[in-house]
């Protein structure tokens, strides 16, 4: 009987015993004092709960709050006592970035907890950010060449410079950017005069998602100590009239300290932060005072040079006049001269052109075809801008070309095509007299010849009738319509980049619209697409918007850029919902 007792004490005594862990939430920071530039991590923690999820971070002015990641989810069980204690925790993790010193309350988190939704306080509940007093003497940051106001389309520049003491082992370095790919309605440009080549490149990672080029440049000595410099610059181009802001700007660099790390240890580090002052740029709408009718968007300073291949020609024979505009200027975005519409090339039959740009440059060749020996000079190529330096809008005019025309035996087909048909390259210099190898008579030749032109030209009117009841397949505007969709194949083919791709697809939407190039940039294509009310071009443009929001954001933010297959479904379905 005792033995059955004590038997029974026994299993009593090794039985384990569940202990019952409270639930609880807590959010707390990884410090309260941070130096500007640095990254402060808000950790929120849920324990013992069977679910839990973060409903709401808070928002705190002049502080930006990264993006909620995934939960870390971590459990352990263990014996205290002879009791079994389990235990489950999920973990989240936000950054904070500070754009300037000063003091900030930090908000309760919002957190559901097992179906309930419960504000938790944050330890601690305010963030004291100073400037690295050191750091600003070790190191330096500097935006520079920033113009206080600038016009719309007008590229600037942006030049950031940067750099600490050469003495010291520098072992990491990052920017933190607030402004950096975050503006609406600016795009960056290929700039002028900046080249990276037999230059040593050092990579910086920015806003912690972006790694970006930095040439290394002469070093530099301030107040007796020399600093080891980098720089980048950037061209800037703002497509809408409102005012660009740009936070707070620093510089996060780290040294090895001394003795520290060995026996497969990583050395402790000694970080440092130097900053730049905010600063605004003014963008100011282009005037309508005085605004030319013919002014096509150029914005900025240009020269324009003319070349011509040949100055001593046969009436009839092609020629090239190559026009070539360079400068501080929204070089991709303006409409190029159409001779066509100009009175002054009244005696030239205008085939075509090819338009190309390279940096601040734009390159058009004309094809053009002087039609009489009456023609003496290449008329001079008018281009009228908006100069931001003076505020008014300038005639920039190539030099006439003198020109000696031979008359030759060229046919001039253009009244046979109608006016329309100026786009069309006719050059028929290259004909040859054809005979019969058999004799005949002049007179059934004669009227041989007649009688099937006069066929052909019946034959001719007859078809062409018939074609522009359903809409002239040839016209002016459907030429343009079908160049378009080759030179958007083209030019995503010769696409090194997002950008490029993008600035491509605006080309195009223009040409099918009817508007500019830059009204394209930026834009809502689904809100411009119910302007219209139409059902079926809606359905366009919300893929088209998924394509130019995806181009965008691979060519100024981040993310992986449409491939050329899907651009062009994209831009050939809008196109043809825009023509029905």
């Keep these: 009987m005792k033995l059955s007792v004590l038997w029974l004490l026994a299993l009593a005594f090794m039985a384990p015993a569940h202990a019952q862990n409270q639930v609880s939430a807590k959010a707390r920071l990884t410090t309260g004092l941070a130096n500007l530039g640095e990254t402060i991590q808000l950790r929120i923690i849920v324990e013992n709960a069977q679910s839990a999820r973060v409903l709401k971070l808070p928002v705190i002015d002049d502080v930006q709050v990264g993006q909620l990641g995934p939960a870390n989810r971590s459990s352990f069980t263990e014996y205290r006592g002879g009791v079994l204690v389990s235990r489950s925790s999920l973990q989240w993790s936000v950054s904070l970035q500070p754009t300037r010193e000063g003091e900030f309350d930090i908000p309760p988190v919002v957190v559901e907890v097992d179906g309930k939704p419960q504000n938790v306080e944050v330890t601690p509940s305010s963030l004291k950010v100073v400037k690295d007093q050191q750091g600003g003497k070790l190191g330096f940051l500097e935006v520079l060449e920033i113009p206080k106001r600038v016009y719309e389309g007008q590229p600037f520049p942006v030049r950031l410079r940067l750099g600490w003491a050469e003495r010291l082992q520098v072992t990491q370095a990052s920017l933190a950017l607030p402004w950096w790919g975050s503006h609406s309605g600016v795009l960056e440009v290929e700039g002028p005069g900046f080249s990276q080549r037999g230059k040593k490149i050092q990579e910086l990672r920015v806003n912690n998602r972006l790694v970006v080029a930095f040439t290394l440049e002469p070093s530099i000595e301030i107040e007796g100590e020399s600093y080891r410099v980098y720089e980048n610059r950037r061209t800037l181009v703002a497509t809408r009239s409102t005012d660009l802001e740009f936070g707070q700007s620093a510089l996060k660099f780290a040294e090895a300290v001394e003795g520290s790390g060995g026996f497969g240890r990583r050395p402790r580090v000694r970080e440092y932060y130097a900053t730049a002052d905010p600063f605004e740029v003014e963008v100011l709408p282009i005037p309508e005072e005085g605004r030319p009718f013919e002014w096509g968007g150029a914005v900025g300073s240009l020269k324009a040079e003319r070349r011509l291949n040949a100055r001593d020609v046969v009436a009839g024979e092609t020629i090239q006049l190559e026009v070539t505009w360079s400068g501080m200027a929204n070089i991709e975005f303006f409409d190029v001269p159409d001779l066509k519409r100009l009175d002054a090339f009244e005696g030239f039959r205008i085939l075509g052109q090819d338009d190309t740009h390279l940096g601040m440059e734009r390159r058009v060749v004309y094809e053009i075809v002087p039609l009489t020996s009456e023609v003496t000079e290449v008329p001079a190529v008018p281009l009228w801008i908006f100069n931001p330096e003076s505020e008014a809008y300038e005639l920039l005019e190539t030099e006439p070309v003198p020109l000696r025309v031979a008359e030759g035996q060229a046919l001039d087909l253009g009244d046979a095509f109608g006016e ?19 004799p005949v008579s002049a007179g059934w030749d004669s009227k041989w010849i007649f ?16 074609v522009r009841k359903h809409g002239d397949p040839d016209s002016r505007v459907r030429r343009n319509l079908r160049r378009a969709e080759k030179t958007l194949r083209r030019e995503l083919d010769a696409a090194g980049d997002a950008r490029q791709s993008s600035v491509a697809l605006c080309h195009f939407l223009s040409v099918q619209t009817g508007e500019d190039s830059e009204a394209w940039i930026g834009r809502d294509a689904m809100k411009w697409a119910r302007a219209k009310d ?5 359905a366009a443009a919300s893929e088209l918007k998924e394509v130019l929001g995806a181009l965008d954001g691979a060519a100024y933010h981040s993310g992986a850029a449409p491939d050329r297959s899907t651009i062009l479904k994209a831009a050939q379905k809008f196109a043809k919902q825009v023509a029905a």
Aim: charged residues 30%; glycine residues 2%; without cysteine.
């Design 420 to 438: 329309e048909e100026q786009g069309e390259k006719i050059d028929l210099r290259d004909l040859h007299d054809w005979r019969s190898e058999e």
């Design 451 to 466: 009688s099937n032109l006069l066929f052909v030209l019946i034959a001719w009117w007859l078809l062409r009738s018939q």
């Design 534 to 538: 139409s059902e079926t071009l809606v």
